[in-house]
C-alpha cells in the first residue's frame, strides 16, 4: 500500500499488541520497501515515509499514540535525521530511535548516541541485522515503560499523599493532573491565593517522566521585572551594575525537568514576550549575553488572576496565554468546598500535635461547627494558620471553640460593621490592627494578605514600611513589587 508521496501504513488484527508502533523513514523507495516487509511482523502498526517534514508531522501529532520505535536516515536533506531523533525524544523519551547513514563513521555513531539515539546502523546492511537491532529497541522501550511506570505509580502514591480532601471538584482536578502528566503539554493551573495549585503542579511532575528532573518554583509576583528576569535566563557577568558573576537562570536548572511560574499573571510584558520565545522555540539568552541557549523544560503555570479580564485591560499577552492555557485546571475556592474542609482541619491538627507533642484526639462539635461556617477568604494557608494556633491553645485533649478563633469571622462578617466608642478612636489605629491580623492569618505572606485586603502588594508594602511592621521571615528592606 503506497501512495505517490511515499506514505505506507501497514495495520491489522494479527499484529503484536496495542502500543507497538513503527515509524520508518527512508528516501529509497526499493529499500524502504524491504525494510517495511522486514519489520512488518514486529509491529502493530507500521508507518512508512519518505519525506523530513511529513515525519516530523506525526512524530508532532498529540492526537494518536506515540511510536514505540523510530528508524530513520541520518543524511536527510539541511536538517538531517537529527531532527527527527529530536522530535522523537520531545514527544516521548522512551521512543527508542535507530539511525541509519550510508558510509556512516564510528564519530557519526558516536554523535547520535550522545544526542539520544538508541542505536546506529551504517548502510548498507542487511535485513536480519536491522530485526536484530529492532527487537533490542523493542525490548529497551518496553523495560524503559515499565521503569517509568513503576516510577509514576509511587510518585502518584506521594504526591497525592499531599492532596488532602474528597470532594467532587478536587477529584475532577487530581484526576485530570493525572491525565495530562505523562506528556509535555504547557498546563495552566487557575483558582484563589491558598487553594493548593502548588501541590497541584507537584503532581503533575511526581507522576510525569520528567520526575527524575527538578521541579524548579520560581513565584513570579515576589520579585521586580529586571530580578524575575535574572532569576528565569540567567545573566553574565557584567550584565548590569550588580551582576559581579556569572548566574545560571531558572530555565538551565529546570532542564529535562518541570518549571513552575507561580502567578504568572503577575509578570510584566517585557518579560512575557521573552517567556512566550522560550515556550516557542526552546531558546533563550542570559542577560548580557548572546549565546542562544536551549534548554528541555516543561512549564507548569499557576495564577488567581483572570488573565482574560487582563488580556481585555492589555496587561497579559494573548499569544502567550493561549501558549500557557493548552490544558487548564481550575481549583475552586475552600468555601466552594465544604466537604474538605473538616478533612484539612484534620489534617493540619495532626500535624501540629505531633510537631508539639500534644495528644490531640481531634476537635469538639463546637469548633467542627465554628469551622464550617467559616468563609475562609485565605483558603488553606489561613485553614492551616487557624489550626495550628488552635493546637497551641488546646488545653487537654480536644480542641475546643475558643481555641479556633473565628467568633468574628465566618458568615457573619459580610454583616458586620465596627463600632466606634463615645470618646473616638485614631483610625490609624485601627488600621494597624486589620493589617496586622490580615498578616497573621497569611503566615505574614504579604502577597496573600494583600489578596485578603483588597489592594494591591505594592500598596501593602507601603502600609507595612508606613507602620514600621517586621517580622523575622522577611528579608531586610524587601519590597513587593
Partial sequence: MSSAEGFERRSTARRPPAGRKLLLLEPDPSLRQRMLDALDERFRVVDGESQLERALERLSDLGVEPYDVVVTDLQLGARGGLAVLRAAREREDRTATILTAAGGSVQDAVDSMRQGAFDFLPKPFEMPELQARVDRALDHARLVGEV?????????????????GGSAVLRDAVAMAERVAPGRTTVLITGETGTGKELIAGLIHETSPRRRGPLIKVNCAALPETLLESELFGHERGAFTSADRLRIGRFEQADHGTLFLDEIGDMSLATQAKLLRVLQDQQFQRLGGSRVLQSDVRIVAATHCDLEAAIAAGAFREDLYFRLNVVGIELPPLRDRPDDVEALALHFLAEFAAEMGKPLRG????????????EW????????????????LAVGGQVAEADVGLQQLGRELARWRPGLPPEGLPLAEIERAVLLEALERTGFIQKDAA???GVSRRKLNYMIQRMGITHSSWRINRRVD
Wanted: glycine share 8%; no cysteine.
Fill in 377 to 392: 477568604p485565605g483558603n488553606i494557608r489561613e485553614l492551616r494558620n487557624v489550626m495550628e494556633r488552635a493546637a497551641l
Fill in 363 to 374: 476537635l469538639s462539635n463546637a469548633a467542627l461547627m465554628r469551622i464550617r461556617q467559616h
Fill in 148 to 164: 517509568r511506570g513503576l516510577r509514576a505509580e509511587r510518585g502518584r502514591g506521594q504526591a497525592r499523599a499531599r492532596i488532602v
Fill in 451 to 453: 489578596s485578603l485586603l
